[in-house]
């Protein structure tokens, strides 16, 4: 059964999605089955892998809200190897839908990835930034969140007010919710703020910290708008040695798998 993992952090622009798409693409070139869930009304992981093709698509939105099948939503893409459930604009206005469903509002995402779970060996979520209906959705979903954290000011606040979301959701509708991890994103070894955040962080939350950081690297954010994981964009750049390295510590962290 395939590990469901939320990538979070209510904190906008922070590699969320970045990451949800080159660590879905480095597990797939260690022949991992994946599926990528695009939650996220801007659609950029969807955007980012061409995976929204022709107007009227059925995405996740059609899955959640109008009984589309989720087989019939999923996308594959060569290019990375993976499956997307594609999201796009339509998914803004869900959080007022849903919220006016009588029970089970936080469970629609979960209902329907429990569906096609035994295909994959893990499924990424792509959370939007915010701590709404559709982030409750997607931590109620998951056995682990992965926390991607950029080395600024007011990081930790962010990741504070996270912590406490989860534990919410903990008590509420999902008491195995783990933390996968957390990830420092963005880390610029020659500024001293970066520095000073990245130790901070390791300070605070210890051995949850992946021993890989994300570097700043333009190649990063060039990939998308070719349609590409940082691997097949430019498999040299220290972007792409810095997801390989997490992809391998996050496989080391699930024991191999
Ligand atoms: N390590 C990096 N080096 C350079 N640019 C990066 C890096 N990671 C992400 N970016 C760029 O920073 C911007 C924000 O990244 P990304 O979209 O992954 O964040 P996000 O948390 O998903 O944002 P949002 O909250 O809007 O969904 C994007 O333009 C992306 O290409
Ligand atoms: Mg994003």
Redesign the pocket.
Known sequence: MGKIIA?S?Q???????????NLSSGLAQMNKKVLLVDF?S?G??SQ?LLAITKQGQPTIYSVLLEDYPIEDAIVHKEAPNIDILPSSISLAGADLEMDKMEAGKEELLKRQLMKVRDQYDYIII????SLGLLNTNALTAADSVLI?V?CEYYALEGVTQLLLTIRLVQQLYNPHLKIEGILL???DIRTKLSVEVSQDVRQNFGKQVYQNS???????????SRGLSIFEYDITCN?AK?YAGLTQEFLKRNGGN
């Open positions: 990538i952090n904190k906008g622009g922070v590699g969320k999605t970045t990451t949800a798409i996220d801007q950029n992981a980012g792509d959370c939007p930034p991607p950029q994103t963005m880390f994300i570097p700043r690297n333009v190649k990063l954010s060039e990939a998308p972007g810095a």
